[in-house]
């Protein structure tokens, strides 16, 4: 079950990433700062949302952090 801080967390990184037109991992970092939160904390909650972690991932294959899975299209 999602808390309501989890749900609000994932809910304000996607308005972030809608409005600012940014990427998954730039959007957290944003949500981070404009919060004055722990980066501990914030992974906590994207721990627990694997819909937002595998954003989180794919923006990070996508900027070479993280070594690129292989996708099968179906």
């Given at each position: 079950m999602?808390n309501?801080?989890?749900?609000?967390?994932?809910?304000?990184?996607?308005?972030?990433v809608?409005e600012?037109?940014?990427?998954?991992?730039?959007?957290?970092?944003?949500?981070?700062?404009?919060?004055?939160l722990?980066?501990e904390?914030?992974?906590?909650?994207?721990?627990?949302?694997?819909s937002l972690?595998a954003?989180i991932?794919?923006?990070?294959?996508?900027?070479?952090?993280?070594?690129?899975?292989?996708?099968?299209?179906?």
């Amino acid at each position: 079950m999602v808390n309501k801080f989890n749900a609000e967390v994932s809910t304000a990184i996607e308005v972030i990433v809608a409005e600012k037109n940014i990427n998954y991992l730039d959007a957290v970092m944003f949500y981070i700062e404009s919060n004055g939160l722990e980066l501990e904390s914030v992974a906590e909650v994207i721990k627990n949302i694997p819909s937002l972690k595998a954003k989180i991932y794919d923006a990070c294959s996508d900027l070479n952090l993280v070594e690129k899975v292989n996708k099968l299209d179906f």
